[in-house]
């Protein structure tokens, strides 16, 4: 091999190799959409939805603000700075958890809180340690709540967001549901047959 040719290869692997960590790396997101209009303001609800979407990737309050919005079904924090404490307080975040608002989510911090939100107990590591991202991530692939199974330091797409959200809703509605019926139409182990999810573009 000439020497041409080897300088030619070492470029090229080092131009993969710049752009893998690139695409690796944390986005700030700009123009934050605005999360602290008043609980219950369904316009305000819907043109956050609506929006998400379109956006490359979702911001830690974006995110955050989402979030409380399926758990509690609206968000009356006010601020992000509460979101956070509150988060922490519920175990959707980590104790030890200091990201700015403006930052990328990761995915692993949403599959966390969704599976927190959900009651979503996990396998075996999971059971032991918590849920921890990358356990969350993987359980929420098994269920077909999450359809990536990529690292949990992933910036995570509004569209992907929203369809997590979706599903996770879903999810809530059949769990409920089955606490609700006699004994007699549950499964053995208590649950509600639920139909298989079908892909969501842009979650997979």
């Not at 490359?56 to 974006?62: L, P, Q, T, Y």
């Not at 692993?108 to 969704?114: E, H, I, Y």
């Not at 995570?156 to 996770?168: C, D, N, P, Q, Y």
Request: charged content about 20%; glycine content about 10%.
């Amino acid at each position: 091999m000439n020497t041409k040719t080897t300088t030619a290869i070492l470029t090229l692997a080092a131009a993969m190799a710049l752009g893998a960590i690139g695409g690796c790396a944390r986005t700030v997101i700009e123009n934050p959409l605005n999360t602290n209009y008043p609980a219950g303001d369904l316009d305000g609800d819907l043109n956050y939805w609506h929006t998400l979407p379109a956006r490359s990737a979702v911001c830690n309050d974006e995110g955050l603000h989402g979030i409380f919005l399926l758990a509690d079904g609206e968000d009356t924090l006010g601020s992000y700075e509460a979101r956070v404490m509150e988060a922490k307080k519920r175990g959707y975040l980590p104790e030890d958890w200091a990201e700015a608002a403006n930052l990328s989510m990761r995915r692993g911090t949403l599959a966390r809180s969704v599976c927190v939100i959900c009651k979503i107990e996990g396998g075996v590591m999971m059971q032991i340690f918590g849920p921890r991202a990358r356990f969350a991530i993987r359980e929420l692939v098994y269920m077909q709540i999450m359809g990536d199974p990529s690292t949990e330091a992933q910036s995570i797409t509004g569209l992907e967001f929203l369809g997590v959200i979706s599903k996770a809703q879903d999810y809530i509605n059949l769990t409920e549901l089955g606490a609700k019926l006699p004994a007699d139409e549950k499964a053995a182990d208590g649950s509600v047959a639920a139909p298989t999810p079908e892909p969501t573009a842009g979650t997979q």
